[in-house]
């Protein structure tokens, strides 16, 4: 069965020093490590995070996917690249070259990678340009943030960028970002373990009582993280919809609820009885197997579990490769 990882990120090992080029900022970049096989990522001068070759190194990724059974990679770039809060032209450079970068990697191995590209949310308009040229080199969807700046993603000056992927029939992936509360809560990761899964549902609430589904029902969007807090928690956005409408469908009167199959998430519970109430929530076809790949926070099993909860075929087949296929808007036989 074709196995397809909707969710994983790449970075190139060599990047321009962008703090250094553009002369302000703390953007990444990466050094060598006293470890073999790793590399320091720096923001600025400011130790960020110790990564392995597995984050760049494409044969490398290819032998462990291979290795477990996967064959096809969706790439994208690692959120702290994202520099929303960098000048607008300097951010659309270092996406471009990211961007590139990916392009490059899907031309060379169009049956083991497909690319996601990233774009300058801070200026939509340079957002929607850079968009257009991802398309045109390759790339079949975007990745962005849960806010950009602090901004929710039901904010009216953003409505265009959406537009533009859904008459590009560009696919989006939500990834949570910039955590909520991570200045009170650095102890015990908490960003990551609390703040993460709250990012998710805020983008998620966003867009559906902001009205973007509503007034865009071709979007194809995922919610990473298995929309983190939303589906599960949705019981309480659904009452609170009911019970104050007067606060909470203010601009969209349709019920939470009515979205769940509009939408679709990845498959990263790391539980088999949430991925089960999951899948309930949303159907398997619009579950799709992802991996967070090559972060531990990750499931780097690549839904070993999926195939041990008596699923039936056709559900293992929505999440293992056909649900990717829809949100991505893929043909099978591209990969055959």
């Known amino acids: 069965m074709l196995k397809i990882d909707v969710h994983t990120h790449i970075i190139p090992r ?9 002369g302000y900022g703390n953007f990444i970049h990466l050094e060598d490590s006293n470890r073999e096989g790793f590399a320091r990522m720096m923001q600025g001068d400011t130790f960020f995070r110790e990564i392995a070759s597995n984050c760049w190194d494409e044969d490398e990724r290819m032998a462990e996917y291979d290795n477990s059974g996967v064959s096809v990679q969706v790439v994208c770039t690692i959120p702290v690249m994202f520099s929303y809060n960098a000048k607008a032209k300097d951010a659309l450079e270092l996406g471009m070259f990211l961007n590139d970068h990916i392009a490059d990697l899907v031309s ?96 998620a609430c966003s867009m559906i009582f902001g009205g973007v589904f509503e007034k865009l029902p071709n979007l194809r969007v995922l919610f990473s993280h298995a929309s983190g807090a939303f589906l599960a928690t949705l019981g309480r956005i659904e009452h609170g919809f009911n019970c104050r409408p007067d606060l909470v469908a203010v ?77 991505l808007d893929l043909e099978l036989i591209k990969f055959k």
């Open 251 to 327: 601009d969209n009167n349709v019920n939470p609820r009515e979205y769940t199959k509009r939408f679709w998430v990845d498959s990263i519970t790391h539980d088999d009885r949430l991925l089960k109430y999951v899948l309930e929530m949303q159907g398997s076809n619009r579950v799709c197997m992802g991996s967070d790949y090559p972060f531990p926070l990750g499931d780097l099993k690549f839904g070993e579990y999926m195939e041990k909860m008596n699923l039936t075929n056709e559900e293992l087949e929505h999440l293992f490769h056909g649900s990717a296929l829809s949100w």
């Open 108 to 203: 060379r191995f169009p049956k083991k990678y497909v690319g996601l590209c990233t774009v300058p949310l801070q200026d939509v308009d340079l957002a929607i340009q850079e968009l257009e040229r991802a398309k045109a080199i390759g790339h079949v969807g975007v990745q962005i943030g849960s806010n950009i700046n602090g901004l929710n993603l039901n904010e009216p000056h953003l409505f265009p960028f959406f537009e533009a992927c859904s008459r590009l029939g560009m696919a989006i992936l939500v990834h949570p970002w910039d955590m909520m509360g991570k200045d009170q809560m650095e102890k015990y990761w908490l960003p990551w373990l609390v703040g993460m899964p709250a990012e998710m549902s805020r983008a």
């Open 14 to 22: 060599h990047m321009p020093r962008w703090t250094e080029k553009f």
